[in-house]
């Protein structure tokens, strides 16, 4: 029996993709219990950022947290919102500061199509797999996180930045040349932020530990039902995949306090 708090999955970069559930105490390898019957029960739940037994109300936080913890700020989905580089607090500006200005890189990656997006350059392969992402490449590279946002809204004209998640699940994704695709999203820069255009041309690629592909999916959550239960036969993204073709977001359930039963 596991407990504690779930929060996304520790992933490693590996062939395949591998994953640890953390908790305060110990840890699950995920890996090791595909193929095995997994029970989730929901105890309560514990705010990521106040740890109060309160409803989450989203990304993991009370509702309060939700709309004052600076980790929830607006600019963390709407890069170009970033105020740091102006030395303008939105919520902490000591935290945003920190988070803002370092390295950024925007990126296209292939999950069900092609999409476009931003993220720390030291997390970006966590990134990737977080969004079950089957090839990537770097776009730009950036020195804070203000300008990669003013590049993805340019991009985003021409680009998703969406995941769909159901085909990304279904293992339904679109073969494109990476490289051929830098170049054309290369062209649609303005000329201040083609200047960022990264040396990098590498094509990262991802493997997921999954059994069989699900030919459609259906969304399992603790929000809806106290109990999860299934066998599991995958992982991608922060998803966990069962045999029944449910299928449960580590990301979108974290905050609760759990149980983890293998069988
Ligand atoms: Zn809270």
Redesign the pocket.
Known sequence: MFSGVLQKMTSIHDKPIRYILDFESNFILMNQAITKEIHISKKGYC?L????D?EIFANG??K??FFE?PKSGDWIMRPELSKAHLDEEDRDLEFEKKMQLQPHIVYLSITSGLKVGVTRKNNMLTRWVDQGASESIILLELPNRYLAGLAEVELKEGYSDKTNWRKMLTNEFTKLDLIKEKKDALDRLSEELKKYKSGNETVYQFNYNVLNYPKSVKSVSLKKSDQIKGKLIGIKGQYLIFEDSTVFNIRSNEGYLVEIDLK
Do not use: L, P, V
Request: with cysteine; proline share 0%.
């Open positions: 705010c950022s106040c740890a109060g309160i936080f009370c309060k947290c913890s």
